[in-house]
């Protein structure tokens, strides 16, 4: 028998830096993995916007979904 060692791979850790607003009601920060897993789940609204620190307006989180899923 040979005893084989499994070293755990790193897990990168994604800071959340991302808001959302909806009717003028905002909630964040958020990573981006959370914000692809609402729009998978369906749960983001069409018309929410998005911002992260360095931009200069709020702009569609349409811009974050991944190519080629639905809306």
């Given at each position: 028998?040979?005893?084989?060692?499994?070293?755990?791979?790193?897990?990168?850790?994604?800071?959340?830096?991302?808001?959302?607003?909806?009717?003028?009601?905002?909630?964040?920060?958020?990573?981006?993995?959370?914000?692809?897993?609402?729009?998978?789940?369906?749960t983001l609204a069409p018309g929410t916007w998005y911002w992260q620190?360095?931009?200069?307006?709020?702009?569609?989180?349409?811009?974050?979904?991944?190519?080629?899923?639905?809306g």
């Amino acid at each position: 028998r040979v005893r084989v060692r499994v070293r755990p791979q790193p897990v990168a850790v994604e800071t959340p830096t991302l808001f959302l607003s909806l009717d003028g009601a905002q909630s964040g920060p958020y990573t981006l993995l959370q914000i692809e897993q609402m729009f998978a789940a369906g749960t983001l609204a069409p018309g929410t916007w998005y911002w992260q620190q360095g931009m200069e307006e709020w702009r569609s989180a349409d811009e974050l979904r991944q190519p080629g899923w639905g809306g």
